[in-house]
């Protein structure tokens, strides 16, 4: 089956390539800042220029809470007030925007940057290919298109066809394809989409041969696969109830159920398949097996494990039979084969393992061990023709390893270096699986790979302006203040001299299982070119080496997190590679709490930070859309321990008057219904009014923007080079005298 669980429960990694821009007005208006009702401005110079800008000083309010007897303060309450549906946040708004847009446009070396990007990111991009109904489809980008455009071949070597383009959707790119599912006939094409970055999904259906969208649309969609029927007569989905009416970004999600499609039927005539009304919390996600027999649903309720049952398609009188009754363990269904549903779990195998469970005789004692836990972390599995083949991970690097059906070894996979794959999908009666392999230094190639003989060949390359030869990678590893060894990647131009004084960045994540891998990233490569150092840490919280890692950075750990990341910039200090003046530090969603909690910790260490989509107050997170379901990771302030953990390092309660921070640019979107702005906003409003330094403290809010997910082109270079221009600016960097020459 083509079906990987949505990982809704994860914090999305956030390349920050992939965050907000906008085409703003930028311009400064101190009068419009006044006739928003904000405060009068405040002036601030820097430290390195002469320049000026202005802080529309933001209003406070007398809003106090009690937790467990403490009593905490929260002024910037009304800024959680959705930009939508408040006059006065949407003023906030417009004039932060006004501030930040208008400071960026002072640095010197955005434009050229911007350039240089646009001219790296010009290449045809390669989606992992996958079949289905006889035939390949495959996402591809000619470079510079908004979004990427889903092609099908009959055969490798027949010529693609263009079959949805999602670039028609929308004048300015911002309504994207989030996911596509082909029915088992090739007939027809299940369409989740996405407008405007938010989580919530339109589903409709496209006739694959006449390219002609049928009647019916499908809403209410969130957190939700679409898996079709065997006879591809319809699929199964997930939805929630309707929202109220302006409620749709911040309002809790309950009660998801399971409904069942039927192709060119209304959504009002969907079978109800499964639901929990005695568990409103749960999460539903729906799976199929290859052969159509097996309704697979995953149950969810935070980070942690899951549920997992299964539900025989052939009974009319079947009832959902669940193998587990706890949510300790990760459960994921990789494939059946003749009633044997096989799982890979970390249940027992805190590294993962694979297990066959009898559809017949599902109690644990019949389980069957097919491939035990190993040193290296087993990240995904998949079935394919008569074979398993499954993606490790160790010491933050992927590899492969394929398994007869009875768990055998067979052979490792021979991957081109140190990086990271994708892919590996496929079916049961499929004799081939496609993969995509990067580096730091490596673009994304695509390859075939043959079960039968191991043999991979490239499908497609991707060809990018530069020589890899000129960028040179190394791993090391450091001491935690707790003495955990913890690995880190290390990127720079070949041949750099260590002399403590090259700009770096440094960037993490730290949460959710994610694990941190070497992968491609024109963001990246670009920052490499200017000059810098680009370093990235595989701290604790992640997945890199298994549950324990995971568990060793969350809850009433989670400070373990923010000491392995400000362990790994003393580390570049200390081997001469940067100075705190010449550090920034990067992360996204879970990754810009870090940075928030690590600049409150250290401000002393780093010269500037880029938290994007951050959450950022710890205390109220579990309130809003899909915050709840991170508890697993966080705790809850409404446990009395959980809640002294989290203020101790809540980004936004931690801010203290007086303090000297590094220059901050927060990035956020006014779309963002996984972490909503309001972290964002409330965190800048307040490191405002704490900043006692001249380093300059910004918040670019994008517009039709997102947690990530959807953006288009445009605005990634936009955001990426104006987050580049201001390390650049603040980092007292100089670009190379032939910088942007080959453009």
């Known amino acids: 089956m083509r079906l990987a669980p949505y990982a809704f429960f994860n914090l999305i990694l ?16 101190t009068e419009k800042s006044e006739a928003t009702g904000n405060v009068t401005p405040v002036a601030v110079a820097t430290d390195v220029s002469e320049r000026e800008w202005t802080y529309p000083e933001t209003a406070q309010v007398d809003q106090t ?72 489809f495959y996402f591809r980008n000619d470079g510079l298109q908004n979004q990427s455009v889903l092609y099908s071949q009959d055969s490798l070597d027949s010529e693609p066809r263009e079959l949805i383009d999602p670039n028609t959707f929308s004048d300015d790119g911002t309504v994207a394809l989030a996911d596509v599912e082909i029915s088992p006939d090739g007939r027809f094409a299940a369409m989740a989409i996405q407008d405007g970055g938010s989580d ?41 109830p309707a929202t109220e009416e302006g409620a749709e970004f911040q309002s809790l999600n309950k009660n998801q159920k399971i409904y069942f499609h039927a192709v060119n039927t209304p959504q009002s005539a969907d079978r109800l398949v499964y639901a929990r009304p005695d568990q409103p919390d749960w999460l539903l996600i729906p799976g199929i097996s290859d052969d159509g027999r097996y309704l697979i649903i995953y149950a969810q309720t935070g980070s942690g494990g899951n ?63 097919l491939v035990p836990e190993s040193e290296a972390v087993m990240r995904g599995a998949s079935l394919v023709g008569d074979t398993l083949i499954a993606v490790y991970i160790k010491d933050a690097y992927s590899q492969v390893h394929q398994f007869a059906l009875d768990g055998t070894p067979t052979r490792t996979v021979d991957l081109p270096g140190i990086g990271s794959v994708s892919g590996f999908g496929g079916k049961a009666d499929d004799n081939d699986s496609f993969y995509s392999y990067s580096s730091f230094n490596s673009p994304p190639t695509i390859y075939r790979f043959a079960t039968d003989t191991g043999e991979s060949t490239v499908f497609k390359a991707a060809k990018v302006d530069f020589d890899p030869a000129d960028y040179e990678v190394t791993q090391v590893f450091y001491a935690s203040r707790d003495g955990t060894q913890v690995p880190m990647f ?59 890692w995971h568990k060793a950075g969350t809850k009433l750990k989670k400070q373990n997190v923010f000491d392995d990341f400000i362990a790994a910039a003393e580390y570049l200090v200390a081997n001469r590679y940067t100075r705190p003046e010449k550090l920034a530090v990067m992360g996204g969603s879970n990754g810009g709490l870090l940075v928030g909690a690590v600049v409150n910790q250290r401000p002393d260490l780093f010269g500037a930070g880029l938290p994007a989509v951050g959450v950022m107050d710890m205390l109220r997170f579990h309130k809003f ?54 972290h964002s906003f409330k965190y800048a409003a307040r490191l405002q009014a704490a900043q006692a330094g001249t380093a300059p403290v910004m918040i670019r809010i994008e517009t039709r923007a997102g947690h990530g997910s959807g953006k288009p082109t445009e605005l990634i270079i936009g955001e990426v080079a104006d987050e580049w221009a201001f390390l650049v600016d603040n980092l007292e960097m100089t670009l190379p005298e032939s910088y942007g020459d080959s453009d």
């Open 14 to 29: 956030i390349s920050l390539s992939a965050c907000q821009s906008a085409d703003q007005d930028q311009t400064t208006s």
């Open 65 to 136: 809470d009690d937790y467990h007897g403490t009593i905490v303060a929260d002024p910037y309450r009304w800024l959680e007030d959705d930009v939508r549906e408040s006059e006065a946040v949407a003023d906030w708004v417009e004039a932060q925007n006004e501030v930040t847009f208008a400071y960026l446009e002072t640095i010197p070396e955005r434009e050229k940057i911007k350039e240089r990007l646009t001219s790296l990111w010009d290449y045809e991009k390669y989606g992992v290919p996958f079949r289905e109904g006889g035939k390949i």
């Open 200 to 240: 919530w999904r339109t589903v409709r259906v496209l006739e694959i041969e006449t390219g002609e969208e049928l009647d019916e649309k499908i809403e209410w969609v969130k957190f939700s696969s679409m898996a079709w029927a065997g006879d591809s007569s319809g699929f199964y989905y997930s939805r929630f």
């Open 307 to 369: 549920q997992m049952a299964f539900l025989d398609l052939t009974r009319d009188d079947a009832e959902a039979v669940f193998i587990t009754d706890d949510f300790e363990n990760e459960f994921g269904f990789v494939g059946n084969v003749d009633g044997r549903l096989i799982f890979r779990t970390n249940l027992d195998a805190p590294r993962g393992r694979l297990v066959e469970v009898d559809a017949n005789n599902p109690g644990r004692e019949n389980w069957k061990e």
């Open 490 to 548: 290390i990127a720079h131009r070949t041949g750099l001299e260590l002399n403590g004084d090259t700009p770096t960045l440094l960037y993490g994540y730290g949460g959710f299982n994610v694990a941190l891998t070497p992968r491609f990233s024109i963001s990246r490569l670009a920052w490499m070119e200017m000059g810098g150092v680009f370093a990235l840490a595989n701290i604790r919280g992640g997945g890199e080496y298994g549950d324990e």
């Open 625 to 678: 859309t899909a915050g709840r379901f991170w508890t697993d990771d966080y705790g809850s302030a409404d446990n009395p321990d959980e809640f002294e953990a989290l203020l101790a390092y809540s980004p936004y309660h931690n801010l203290k008057d007086g303090t000297e921070y590094p220059a901050i640019m927060v990035t956020t979107a006014d779309t963002d219904d996984r972490v909503v702005p309001g």
